[in-house]
């Protein structure tokens, strides 16, 4: 299982950005995914997650609204839609893979996931 994140960089507050994951080893279909971040400092953070099977998608509560997790099965990647981004966003953003499958529980936390890509800087200036 191979993850490769694409399409962070530096925006301006309030502007909208769209990180890609391309999957390599595996269908994206066929595993539970998810985004995450972390900023300087702090902890890696949940902001979206799409379970296997059923498509049953998770948002953190500071997340939702803002972020939109999409999957493209001919393309076999994963994203996230960003809107509004502030300066609070600035963090490298991950995305995660599992073939579990959650049926409704998944909570979009680290430990649900066992596959992990590089990481890419998205940096939000005011």
Same mark, same amino acid.
């Given at each position: 299982? =191979?993850?490769?994140?694409?399409?962070?960089? =530096?925006?301006? &507050?309030?502007? /909208?950005? *769209?990180?890609?994951? $391309?999957? $390599?080893g595996f269908s994206v279909d066929d595993f539970s995914l998810g985004w995450f971040r972390q900023a300087s400092g702090r902890g890696r953070e949940g902001l979206a997650c799409i379970s296997r099977v059923d498509g049953? &998608? @998770? #948002?953190?509560?500071?997340? *939702?609204?803002?972020?939109?997790?999409?999957?493209? +099965?001919? *393309? +076999? @990647?994963?994203?996230?839609?960003?809107?509004?981004?502030?300066?609070?966003?600035?963090?490298? #953003? #991950?995305?995660?893979?599992?073939? /579990?499958?959650?049926?409704?529980?998944?909570?979009?936390?680290?430990?649900?996931?066992? /596959?992990?890509? =590089?990481?890419? =800087?998205?940096?939000? /200036?005011?």
């Amino acid at each position: 299982v =191979q993850l490769v994140e694409s399409g962070g960089g =530096q925006v301006q &507050t309030g502007g /909208s950005l *769209k990180l890609s994951c $391309a999957g $390599a080893g595996f269908s994206v279909d066929d595993f539970s995914l998810g985004w995450f971040r972390q900023a300087s400092g702090r902890g890696r953070e949940g902001l979206a997650c799409i379970s296997r099977v059923d498509g049953y &998608t @998770t #948002y953190p509560d500071f997340a *939702k609204g803002r972020f939109t997790i999409s999957r493209d +099965n001919i *393309k +076999n @990647t994963l994203n996230l839609q960003i809107d509004d981004l502030r300066p609070e966003d600035t963090a490298v #953003y #991950y995305c995660a893979a599992d073939p /579990s499958w959650y049926r409704g529980r998944l909570e979009c936390r680290r430990r649900e996931f066992a /596959s992990w890509g =590089q990481g890419i =800087q998205v940096t939000v /200036s005011s």
